[in-house]
């Protein structure tokens, strides 16, 4: 039987049961508030579920696959993440859990792209964008008319719902359609590749828009 059909189990009593496909995980008690059902089945919430994973030794890449998968399935919420892992510092999971949420934190994207966009345009003597305007009957972050460019910002990490992600191609497409040129930035990238980030708009500011 391959891992990947074995079923992870808590129980509450003691002892050394074992059943094939099954791999128990004693616990004295679990919250109620930790604890929901399926099909009238008792199981651990989805915020302890990913705690639980993550204490099992599934880290990094995975971890972050199962954290991405219950935030594009709506099953949690970041506040009622961060609360079970203050109830639990040192708990083993925690460190890798809260070392992927990390990245999940909101944050004021756009200050902090606006703060780069200025910094640039004072060092490379590029004239500053108008921010918030209205292009294609749409609010835009950043737009500069003579190159044609817009440049907008995800609102947080490059973990974004489906939904989302189709949304911001959609304001892509449209505005490619209508001349323009887009350059979009994740929070990852605006907060931790400035240079990068920088770089990029400077190169397209330097372009001639062709008519």
């Not at 651990?44 to 994973?53: F, G």
């Not at 949690?76 to 990245?103: I, K």
């Not at 994207?109 to 640039?120: A, D, F, G, K, Y």
Request: net charge positive; with cysteine.
């Amino acid at each position: 039987m391959s891992a990947s059909a074995i079923v992870d189990v808590t129980v509450h009593a003691t002892g050394r049961m074992k059943r094939p496909g099954i791999r128990l995980h004693w616990r004295r008690e679990v919250p109620a508030d930790e604890v929901t059902t399926l099909d009238g089945l008792p199981i651990t919430t989805p915020a302890r579920t990913l705690l639980d994973l993550a204490a099992t030794g599934l880290r990094d890449r995975k971890l972050e696959a199962a954290v991405d998968r219950a935030d594009q399935l709506r099953l949690v919420d970041f506040a009622e993440l961060q609360r079970l892992l203050a109830r639990y510092p040192g708990r083993p999971g925690t460190p890798s859990l809260n070392a992927v949420l990390a990245r999940y934190q909101p944050a004021d994207t756009r200050s902090e792209l606006e703060e780069i966009v200025v910094e640039l345009c004072d060092a490379y003597g590029l004239p500053r964008p108008k921010g918030n305007c209205v292009i294609e009957g749409k609010v835009r972050d950043f737009y500069w008319p003579r190159a044609g460019l817009v440049v907008e910002a995800d609102s947080y990490t490059w973990h974004r719902s489906p939904s989302a992600l189709n949304d911001d191609r959609e304001r892509d497409v449209e505005l490619t359609l209508a001349g323009y040129r887009v350059l979009r930035f994740t929070w990852e990238q605006v907060t931790r590749r400035r240079e990068y980030v920088a770089r990029a708009i400077v190169r397209a500011l330097l372009r001639v828009r062709v008519a």
